[in-house]
């Protein structure tokens, strides 16, 4: 979403926003119907205590470290049960890993890989006779935006493996994780094709600086 504000007065400003919003299961059980849909807003906002906002001198960022950012993730899938099989739940594993060099305050860029185990395409081989991969590999193109305590991350991938039951090479992750101790991350991830959640889990991250 984007969000524009303009102050009227010390009292009194306009606001004007727009999103794109989408909702769905996560992947976590299949089949996953998920939702966009677009929204907007225009208001009026009064500040009961205006406060100043004092110009602060101009500092320049120059600690930039390079550094290694690791996330390991996991969780649960499940297939849904049919009039033949079912319902079975299998887990999803992996270690996601990038050399990142920050930019800025706030942006660090990085380019790394992935491995992770997905016991639901054992399920689905089991169900169709369709040769799939339960352990996958790709490379990514990292972006990572630190926001305070929070880091949200997202990548572009290639699968490295054949046989992964997508017919597109290129997939998406997506983690939103909260600084529980220096450099200790916990969130969540998200690996979508496209609009299409594939799974949703549990992550944990580290950032070990190189220099």
Excluded: C
Aim: no cysteine; net charge positive.
């Amino acid at each position: 979403g984007i969000n524009v504000s303009y102050r009227l007065s010390d009292y009194f400003y306009m606001k004007a926003s727009a999103q794109l919003n989408h909702i769905s299961n996560g992947g976590r059980k299949d089949p996953n119907e998920g939702m966009n849909f677009p929204g907007g807003l225009i208001s009026l906002n009064y500040v009961l205590n205006p406060k100043p906002f004092p110009v602060r001198l101009k500092e320049k960022f120059t600690h930039k470290p390079l550094g290694v950012i690791a996330h390991a993730f996991g969780s649960t899938r499940t297939a849904q049960a049919t009039s033949v099989f079912q319902a079975e739940s299998r887990l999803v594993l992996g270690l996601n890993l990038g050399l990142m060099k920050k930019i800025g305050r706030m942006n660090g860029l990085a380019i790394g890989g992935e491995y992770y185990y997905d016991g639901i395409n054992e399920v689905y081989h089991q169900r169709t006779n369709q040769l799939l991969q339960t352990i996958v590999g790709g490379l990514n193109l990292q972006h990572y935006l630190f926001l305070g305590k929070l880091l949200f991350g997202q990548q572009v991938a290639w699968y490295l493996t054949p046989n992964t039951g997508f017919q597109n090479s290129i997939y998406q992750r997506y983690f939103l994780e909260y600084e529980v101790k220096k450099n200790w991350y916990a969130g969540f991830t998200l690996k979508a094709h496209g609009d299409h959640s594939d799974y949703f889990a549990f992550a944990t991250g580290y950032f070990f600086k190189l220099n």
